[in-house]
DNA sequence: AAAAACATTTGATGTAGGTCAAAAAGTATG
DNA sequence: CATACTTTTTGACCTACATCAAATGTTTTT
């Protein structure tokens, strides 16, 4: 279990920036009744953080999830002290440790920002209050955890069956702009081959 | 595009055995309100499929999800001719292609019975109105949804950094019964390996 | 119970992609 | 702008696992 990270900042806890959301469109809003919409608002919290920041580490449970305004982060787990990256994400994703954010248990993963990250940050209490009282937020939550669904079912299918110029190809052709936020050596990890092996399937491709 | 398998029946529609549910107690049935109880029961059937039945077939959009009580079904795609399997339901656990379930879109998997299979059956269409009206089951189904959610990255996350012989190990820990329920070449390609593969590791582990 | 069909094992061989190491290119810092 | 640091590329070599093929075992059919 190795840190090879420069100057984490460890709080996990965003405080510091965190701003009123009055007036705040997104995307998913319009599903929304007014009053439901209302809740919403009340609910989250505007927040920033810094370029290299953990918004998460392992052993830490998952309290928020974040809906990525500006910025991008990975999120990555170690095993044998080299990092497998799970997640990467940029504006208009969702982050968090998924399996902790659900069963608040501890995580796995770290979650950490690669450029300065704005983002709405959403607690799990509130989202079970605001999904046990307005059924049209329930509603939206359950189709937003369909959409991560289908995604990680092809993720695992991609990886089960797909040779690693296909997948590759295939984040290059589904979300060419990942590969211009992420370092290779980043983008490699996240479609299971090595750093090496992405690099020489680039020169191939040109 | 090949059918490797012997006489699937093609039907996808699941008339000839429906039931009356009177009566019926599944697990997740204790967190819902009797009236949210009664509706859910009005809305769904026992349905029951021979063996070697074909629930679905791609270009097929999936209508139904399936609450397996007995039986087993092995899900797959094709790739070149050869099979490649995303899913094995046994007793208690979900069946339907989750893809197209959930975007009703058409079906890119092959859903087949091993063995004789009885399940509850519930449409799309009366799941998106039984969340509609009943907040508790809205957010049933989301929980149910995350938990597949996590699944799926598991089985991802194994499948981007774990070798055979872990993937293996894994599977028999966490699920052993569904070794016994399905023949070699299938557990195999769920995980991701070809059959030999699979057969010496086992004999190296007795 | 023999024949056919199917599933599993075992062996020989090939290869995609991993690892290690060093060079080259790019970026940040005093 | 020169030094240090990081990221990417390139080359040599190696290994986990795939593929192919044949033998053995098991279940189904007649």
């Known amino acids: 279990m190795v840190k090879s990270h420069s100057q984490p900042s460890l709080s996990g806890i965003p405080e510091p920036h965190s701003e009123s959301m009055t007036g705040i469109d997104l995307p998913f809003f319009h599903i929304l009744a007014p009053a439901s919409r209302e809740a919403f608002l009340q609910s989250v919290q505007m927040v920033r953080f810094p370029r290299n920041h953990f918004i998460f580490q392992p052993e830490q449970i998952a309290r928020h999830a974040y809906f990525v305004l500006k910025g991008a982060i990975r999120q990555f787990t170690l095993a044998d002290g080299k990092e497998v990256v ?110 090496e092996t992405l690099s020489r399937l680039r020169a191939k491709n040109i």
């Open 86 to 195: 799970t997640r990467l994400v940029i504006e208009g994703g969702f982050s968090t440790a998924f399996y902790s954010f659900i069963s608040q248990k501890p995580c796995f993963e770290y979650c950490q920002t690669l450029e300065e990250v704005e983002a709405i940050s959403l607690s799990r209490r509130e989202m079970e209050r605001l999904c046990a009282e307005h059924i049209d937020i329930a509603n939206l939550e359950r189709k937003i955890t369909e959409q991560y669904l289908i995604q990680e079912q092809e993720r695992a299918l991609s990886l089960q069956f797909l040779s690693a110029q296909e997948r590759y190809e295939q984040l290059f052709k589904q979300d060419a702009s990942i590969l211009l936020r992420f370092p290779l050596g980043t983008i490699a990890s996240y479609l299971g081959m090595s750093q």
